[in-house]
Nanobody, 127 residues
C-alpha cells in the first residue's frame, strides 16, 4: 500500500505562486508514474500534470501548460507541483495520484489509471 499526503496549498492572489508537495510512505514510488489532478466544487476531478517514473517525461493539461511544472525526487519519495501565474480558475482541491503501472513511460491522463490518492490540499486564488 502507498499512502500519499499533499501539502502546500493555501490562499494566494492572482499572479502569485504556490508549490505543492506529495509525500509518499509505505512503499517507494520510484517506479510509479505520478500525477496531479484537481477538483473544483460541482465539477469532475480533472488531470493537471503527470510525470513518468524516471522523471524524463512530463505532460500537462492545456489550461496549465507553461504555468505549472511537475517534478519528482525519488530519493525523497516526493512529487512536486510548482504553480506560477495562478488564476482564479485554478481554485480547486488538488490531489496527487500514484499509478501502479510500474515503469510505464507514456502519459496517463485518466484518473482510472491511478490507484492511490492523497486526501487533497485546497488552493484558492483570489482576483
Amino acid at each position: 500500500q502507498v499512502q500519499l499526503v499533499e501539502s502546500g496549498g493555501g490562499l494566494v492572489q492572482a499572479g502569485g505562486s504556490l508549490r505543492l508537495s506529495c509525500a509518499a510512505s509505505g512503499r517507494t514510488i520510484s517506479t510509479y508514474p505520478m500525477g496531479w489532478f484537481r477538483q473544483a466544487p460541482g465539477k469532475e476531478r480533472e488531470f493537471v500534470a503527470g510525470i513518468t517514473w524516471s522523471g524524463e517525461s512530463t505532460s500537462y493539461a492545456d489550461s496549465v501548460k507553461g504555468r505549472f511544472t511537475i517534478s519528482r525526487d525519488n530519493a525523497k519519495n516526493t512529487v512536486y507541483l510548482q504553480m506560477d501565474s495562478l488564476k482564479p480558475e485554478d481554485t480547486a482541491v488538488y490531489f496527487c495520484g500514484a499509478s501502479i503501472r510500474r515503469y510505464y513511460s507514456g502519459s496517463l491522463y485518466n484518473r482510472r489509471d491511478y490507484s492511490y490518492w492523497g486526501q487533497g490540499t485546497q488552493v484558492t486564488v483570489s482576483s
